[in-house]
């Protein structure tokens, strides 16, 4: 039986988790969320499973002035690695241009491909003799730039022509694969799938790709969720060599992170505490592993009609710390979004001859009215913003308003119905 392979996506040693200071459950520290604590459940991966190499994407490092902090755990993990007969192989990203390349040359089993800009095919070698003949071609970052798709060199170059009779042929590759305008080497999909690897498997985008079918191509996402972006599960994949190419990811990130959105209904929102509840049970609890996820961190979003919001209220104002979730593997709200909005009959209310009747038409107009009439709201809302702000700061003709204004604008017509019922008399029917 052949020996799978293990290719890791951005590692980014050297960062840590961010807006979690003082909010871990009790016995939990930072550095057990970290990438160096991935890497090392990495490390105990490929032993366990008895890979014939392990293979990093890039932005292994995510600074020039992390390399005194990252050269321990990598050191360490290629030491435990060769030890077992395991090769070592890696690119620069456009994170670590300057610090991979002076840390493999100290690190004695690193292969570092293609440093410069330069392909480079390279043998992986055989640990049993029924691992098949593979060969490697990889391209580091140069510099922290690169305008120009990579590729393109070596069409020509002659570099494939070196490639071993009936060896599989295996990618990796840094690089930006979704914008063709990139300062991050822009990659042409075809001219990747053109070069007939069994497997191209990149670094750079964090959200991690399928990476199915016959010749899988794609991200590998990072090692590690390393903000409350990235969502989902996140670590190394294992490349299996037995028939077609397959890929399966093992989603040992200690740190997790979901967005979840709670339709709420009046009896799940009493309490803090119940809305607590209710977003615990919409954890994916099938995906969760205690022997490598450590916590989960949740983005909520609260919607519903609701007679009485301020156990809503009072959830939003608590400290990140005091919104725990409990669990087997503990969790914690990092923030909530409130668009939960008050139980009241709009139609009624529009009928109204009032301030609240005229604010109460346009919310349905927003809502459900027809295109013409959503789009004419908008572009008012629009232009008044665009003449209130360059009243202030000299806006230009024609300049975008971030965040979108359809983002803000239904939210804030809510919180203005709500504004003038509880400070009128109309709020009492």
Request: glycine fraction near 10%; charged fraction near 25%.
């Amino acid at each position: 039986m052949a020996r799978p392979l293990l290719f890791v996506g951005d590692v980014h040693l050297g960062r840590r988790p961010t807006g979690l200071d003082g909010a871990l459950p009790h016995g939990l520290e930072l550095e057990a969320l970290s990438p160096t604590a991935a890497l090392r459940a990495t490390v105990d991966l490929a032993l366990e499973r008895k890979v014939r190499a392990v293979v990093f994407a890039g932005d292994l490092i995510d600074d020039a002035e992390d390399r005194f902090e990252a050269i321990r755990p990598l050191e360490e993990a290629v030491r435990r690695l060769g030890a077992a007969g395991i090769s070592v192989f890696g690119v620069a990203g456009n994170h670590d241009t300057l610090a991979l390349p002076r840390l493999a040359g100290r690190i004695e089993g690193f292969t570092l491909l293609g440093e410069g800009g330069r392909w480079q095919l390279e043998a992986i070698p055989p640990i049993d003799e029924g691992d098949p003949p593979l060969d490697l071609l990889g391209w580091s970052f140069p510099e922290s730039h690169v305008l120009e798709d990579p590729t393109a060199e070596l069409e020509g170059s002659g570099i494939l022509a070196a490639r071993r009779p009936g060896a599989r042929l295996l990618g990796v590759l840094h690089g930006d694969l979704l914008d063709a305008g990139s300062r991050y080497a822009p990659l042409s999909r075809h001219r990747l799938a053109a070069l007939g690897a069994d497997a191209f498997l990149l670094g750079h985008i964090h959200r991690p790709d399928a990476l199915t079918g016959e010749r899988p191509l794609g991200y590998l996402g990072s090692l590690c969720a390393l903000d409350a972006g990235e969502t989902g599960p996140h670590g190394p994949w294992l490349l299996h060599l037995e028939g077609e190419t397959r890929l399966e990811q093992v989603p040992l990130s200690p740190l997790r992170y979901e967005a979840i959105t709670l339709a709420l209904e009046e009896a799940s929102a009493r309490t803090p505490d119940a809305l607590l509840a209710a977003i615990r049970a919409r954890l994916p609890e099938g995906e969760l592993d205690p022997r490598h996820t450590r916590l989960v961190v949740v983005r909520a979003t609260l919607e519903g009609r609701l007679s009485d919001r301020q156990a809503v209220r009072e959830l939003a104002a608590l400290s990140v710390g005091e919104r725990q979730l409990g669990g087997e593997i503990p969790g914690l709200v990092e923030r909530v979004d409130d668009r939960t909005r008050p139980a009241l009959d709009l139609q009624h209310l529009a009928e109204r001859p009032t301030p609240v009747g005229h604010l109460a038409r346009r919310i349905l107009a927003l809502q459900e009215g027809d295109e013409a009439a959503r789009a004419a709201l908008l572009a008012d809302a629009r232009a008044r913003c665009h003449d209130w702000l360059s009243g202030r700061w000299a806006l230009p003709p024609g300049a975008s308003l971030a965040p979108p204004l359809e983002d803000r604008l239904l939210p804030a017509a809510w919180a203005a119905l709500e504004a003038l019922l509880e400070h009128s008399s109309e709020g009492a029917g």
